[in-house]
């Protein structure tokens, strides 16, 4: 069978590979110049590897990802540095990156770091995501 995908995204090229995997004839259609979607990168010669042209990434945890990496002969090209995380809150940019940042930011509550702590150990601790689809950021 002849199937057309549109979008060179993350997305768009798994479901090519998948489906050339079983046989069909694929084809991938990009408006841009370049592939990846939201997940492509750009690279400046003075820089070891790519930064991500919007924020877009996966978790360590994200075993699907892996999977697909490793099929691709790719795993060794994957590494996880440890990031530093902060925020700008009314002028000012906050470290946000460890429990110790959270605790000593001044705009949230005690319940309010108490919540995200609680928050941020099960969404750690927990592989399954799909019953979050649910909620929106708001909630």
């Known amino acids: ?12 090229l798994t479901a090519a590979y998948e489906l050339a995997k079983k046989g069909h004839r694929v084809e991938v259609f990009e408006a841009s110049e ?27 945890s994200d075993q699907a990802v892996l999977d697909l990496i490793k099929e ?40 309010g770091k108490i919540r995200f702590g609680l928050v941020g150990l099960y969404l750690r601790l927990s592989s399954r995501w799909e019953p979050l689809e649910k909620y929106t950021a708001h909630e």
């Open 72 to 111: 691709l002969g790719l795993s060794e090209k994957v590494f996880f540095p440890r990031p530093i995380t902060s925020i700008w809150y009314q002028g000012g940019i906050y470290p946000f990156d460890n429990p110790l940042a959270v605790l000593r930011f001044p705009h949230l509550s005690l319940a």
């Open 34 to 60: 370049r592939v990846g979607g939201l997940a492509s990168g750009f690279k400046d010669e003075r820089w070891e590897w790519h930064l991500e042209r919007f924020y877009h990434h996966w978790f360590a």
């Open 1 to 12: 069978m002849k199937v057309g995908i549109i979008g060179a995204g993350i997305t768009g």
